[in-house]
């Protein structure tokens, strides 16, 4: 057997190899109430203001709660500038955690993920998690997936390099891994979604959201389109005795106005 074919023979039977099978998707459940998401979230260190402290929920192809929380540091006394009349931007870290219920649909950033560089972007395990960090200018994003279901979000900005590392590790993973879950694989319609804020408890809200499923939407375009092909029949049809009356009548009209013509 000649070289050529024994390479050939080689390239089919890697092609023909199967892959490995995609791991079973969870099903969509409740996630934690909005007041009980931001719990999991760290308190401001000392010396730091807290912000904003909110607590949600809103609807993406399912019922989504989410916590923020937004710390403000002390500018370093060696960064101010005498006669400088803009003093530098403070240090300021915003914890986010997101509970999707499973929803792949905010899981986007976690697709296919693969340890490595890729451009501006790091993709590296956190510990026992999933992490992507990505830089910019003045600031860092971690963003951690959490046993396919919670996403933690850590950003600074104006702070030291790898600052964002260490502000991740006040955070509890394991704790949040360990959150029970609703077991309630079917969304109530409407659904009531929340607004939680703790600094500002009078701006609390609720309201009910109607939601639609793509069959639900699919059947609804349909239906749309069916109504308008009838509505163009109806109209042709209309249009053309129309037509015909407007040829029957168009002579009297004519003959009228040429006999007032002749009267006048």
Not at 217 to 234: G, N
Not at 240 to 262: C, D, V
Request: hydrophobic share 40%; glycine share 6%.
């Amino acid at each position: 057997m000649s070289h050529f074919t024994l390479c050939l023979c080689s390239i089919l039977l890697f092609a023909y190899i199967p892959s490995a099978p995609a791991a079973p998707l969870h099903r969509p459940i409740l996630p934690i109430q909005p007041g009980d998401l931001i719990k999991f979230l760290p308190a401001a260190p000392q010396g730091w203001e807290t912000k904003e402290s909110k607590a949600k929920s809103f609807y993406n192809e399912w019922l989504v709660a989410q916590a923020n929380r937004l710390f403000v540091g002390p500018v370093p006394q060696n960064s101010v500038i005498k006669g400088v009349a803009a003093p530098p931007a403070p240090p300021t870290t915003r914890f986010r955690l997101t509970d999707t219920g499973y929803t792949p649909a905010l899981q986007g950033d976690f697709d296919q993920f693969t340890p490595g560089r890729y451009g501006a972007a790091e993709s590296f395990m956190f510990g026992a998690f999933p992490a992507r960090r990505t830089n910019f200018p003045g600031g860092e994003r971690l963003q951690i997936l959490i046993k396919a279901r919670f996403v933690v979000e850590v950003e600074v900005h104006n702070q030291l390099p790898n600052a964002v590392l260490t502000w991740a590790k006040q955070v509890d993973l394991a704790r949040i891994a360990a959150a029970p879950e609703s077991g309630t694989e079917i969304l109530p319609n409407p659904v009531t979604v929340v607004s939680l804020d703790e600094l500002n408890p009078k701006s609390n809200s609720s309201y009910q959201v109607s939601w639609s499923t793509q069959a639900d939407l699919d059947a609804a375009r349909q239906r749309s389109r069916s109504l308008s092909l009838e509505t163009s029949v109806v109209s042709s049809a209309g249009h053309e005795a129309g037509s015909e009356l407007r040829q029957q009548t168009f002579p009297n009209r004519r003959q009228k106005f040429l006999h007032i013509s002749r009267a006048g």
